[in-house]
C-alpha cells in the first residue's frame, strides 16, 4: 500500500516537462469565420516527429503531451489553400495557435491581379496586392518571391532582399537563388540608368552585377556590350554581344550593334 501512494504521489508531484505541453488550434477563412473538418499536424522542426488531429465543427483541434521544442502547424482543407504556422515555440504551458486558410480561389484571383499589374509594369499596384495575400497566407513562398519581384520593379533593393530570403527561407529548393536573382535585376535598371548618363564605368559595374545575378537576362549583355563600346573596349563588348546573341540569336539589333563593333575593333587595330 505505501508503494501505491509512493507511486501515486511521486506522479502528481512530477514537473509538468514529464507530461508536455498543449496546443490548441484555431482555424478560420480569410474572413475570420471558423473552418471545421481541417485536417491538421504538428511537426517537431528537428526531429520532424508529428501529431496529427482533425478540427471540429468549430474549427478547433488540440495537441495534448506536446514536447518542448520548435514546431510548425500545417494545415489542409478541400478548396481551401494549404498552410503552415510559422515557427511555434512549445515549453510546458498552454498556447492557443489561430490559423489562415484561405479560399482558394479568392487568392488565385487576387494573384492573377497582382500579376497582372506586375507584367504591366505597374509595380506599386502589384505589391499591394501581393502584400493583401500575404494577410492570407503569411508563409506562402511564391507570395513572397512575387512581393521581391515587385519591390525589385520598384528598385527597392533593400525590400526586395527581404523578401526574396523569406521565400527561400519557406521554400530553399524553390526559392534559393532567387535574392541573387532579384539583385540582379535591380542591378540591371541601375546600369541601363548609367548607359542612359553616359557613365559608362559605373554602368558596367552595374550590368555585370545584373549579369551574374540573372544570367538568362540577354538585355543585360547588351547593355554591357554598348557600356564597353562606348569605352572602346571592344574584346569585352564583343564577348558580352556574343553572348546575349546566344540566348536571342535572331535579335536585328543585337546583330547589328555586332556589326558595329566588329568594324570599330577593325579601325581601331589600324595604325
Known amino acids: 500500500m505505501m508503494i501505491r501512494v509512493f507511486l501515486l504521489s511521486a506522479l502528481l508531484l512530477s514537473p509538468s516537462w514529464l507530461l508536455g505541453g ?6 478560420v477563412d480569410q474572413n475570420n469565420k471558423p473552418l471545421g473538418n481541417v485536417q491538421s499536424k504538428l511537426v517537431n522542426t528537428q526531429s520532424h516527429q508529428e501529431q496529427s488531429a482533425k478540427a471540429n465543427k468549430k474549427g478547433e483541434a488540440e495537441f495534448e503531451k506536446v514536447s518542448s521544442g520548435t514546431y510548425q502547424l500545417h494545415a489542409e482543407l478541400k478548396g481551401y489553400l494549404g498552410t503552415k504556422s510559422e ?18 480561389e479568392v487568392f488565385k484571383k487576387g494573384e492573377a491581379a497582382g500579376n ?14 501581393y502584400q493583401k495575400l500575404l494577410t492570407m497566407a503569411p508563409t506562402n ?24 530570403q523569406k521565400a527561400a527561407a519557406e521554400d530553399p529548393e524553390q526559392f534559393k537563388t532567387l535574392e541573387k536573382q532579384v539583385m540582379g535585376w535591380v542591378s540591371f535598371d541601375e546600369g541601363r540608368q548609367w548607359l542612359e548618363q553616359k557613365q559608362f564605368e559605373k554602368a558596367v559595374t552595374a550590368l555585370m552585377e545584373a549579369t551574374e545575378g540573372d544570367p538568362g537576362n540577354a538585355e543585360a549583355f547588351y547593355a554591357l556590350a554598348l557600356a564597353y563600346g562606348h ?7 564583343l564577348k558580352n554581344i556574343d ?11 543585337f546583330l547589328e ?5 566588329e568594324n570599330n575593333a577593325k579601325v581601331a587595330q589600324k595604325p
Do not use: C
Request: net charge positive; hydrophobic share 40%.
Open 231 to 237: 569605352q572602346r573596349k571592344y574584346p569585352e563588348a
Open 141 to 164: 513562398a511564391v507570395t513572397w518571391s512575387n512581393v521581391a519581384r515587385a519591390y525589385a520593379g520598384l528598385k527597392n533593393r533593400d525590400k526586395a532582399r527581404e523578401a526574396a
Open 87 to 104: 515557427a511555434l515555440e512549445v515549453s510546458d504551458k498552454e498556447m492557443d495557435v489561430t490559423l489562415i486558410l484561405a479560399d482558394f
Open 22 to 27: 498543449k496546443v490548441r488550434a484555431h482555424f
Open 257 to 261: 550593334v555586332k556589326n558595329i563593333l
Open 243 to 253: 553572348l546575349a546573341l546566344k540566348l536571342k540569336p535572331d535579335d536585328k539589333g
Open 116 to 129: 497582372s499589374a506586375f507584367e504591366q509594369g505597374h509595380y506599386q499596384e502589384a505589391l499591394e496586392q
